[in-house]
């Protein structure tokens, strides 16, 4: 949008006069009422010409205004109880740890959410939508964190990976070092960060990540959906609430996944089965939230191409296409 500035220039005795003689007004009001009177004297055509094409730069200006804004998301779970915020601006990392230190060392217990500036409630599925937006490299989301307090843990979700979760001390302990590198450069402070945060993710609940689980052996479909086995490289029992890994047992999981084909999204929950030494079997489920389901949408798409050539919307209208497809003979 381009504009005119206009100066005029008055006498301070007359604006002075004149500013004597209106209540309620400036001069300046004045005279812009009086520009009003002047634009609306112009001709209906012109008017609504010129009406219009400000009207719409506004709303370009306004819409790249919002497509530039970043914004960061954080589940707090603090004394039993979980609330969500948004801020507008993007977070990483490293000062979402640099608040958990501050909360750490604060001398008058305060709760967390007031190291969060700006922050503003947002609903759970809010936040579900957002954590599955950084999941898919959404340029608007900065960053999704789950600060777990009560459990003494911190979350983040990385795009394309998912979850990894770290104890409050590590990265509270990360933070400080990446102020001890003698340099307030932001690169050399995130290097040292990380370097001190190798090796320190744990395994958590409601947190697989990317490199937990791999698609393996055939895709199978039944009743409308397409099933993959798992294998898993993490301690299932942590996650899932099992007794798997122990001296004593024999036990052993298969866990699964499925795709809903007419849906085109992963179903809510991994059914595992609990395979038992004396020969029994355990049915279970283990419900998915937005991250994990977002993070097995791109393993199952991944490991259909590999197995079929196709992608898994593709193959999976294939499949419907020939559920639906008429007998190629007579039927007898």
Known sequence: MSSREIVLWLDERWYQALSSRLKDETVEDKLNGYLDELINQLPERVYKKIS????????????????????????????????????????????????????????EARPFREVLHGRENITAEEFDRMAAGRVEESARIAGVYDVNLDGRELSAVRPALGWITYRLKDVSTASWHSYRTGSYDRERRQARFMQKLEGREIVSAGRLGAESISPAGEIVEDSGQLNFYLESCFNEDKVFGTRVHTDRSGDYLNIYASYDMGGGQVCDALELILKRADGTDEALAYPLNAVEKAVLLQKMDDYCQQQTGQSLADYSAQLIAEEMAPPAGPVM
């Open 52 to 107: 219009g094409e400000i009207w719409e730069e506004r709303q370009r200006l306004e819409q790249e205004i919002e497509a530039e804004k970043r914004y960061s998301a954080f589940r707090v779970t603090e004394n039993g109880t979980t609330e969500c915020f948004r801020v507008e601006h993007a977070v990483e990392l490293l000062d979402a740890a640099s608040d958990v230190r501050r909360w750490l060392r604060q001398t």
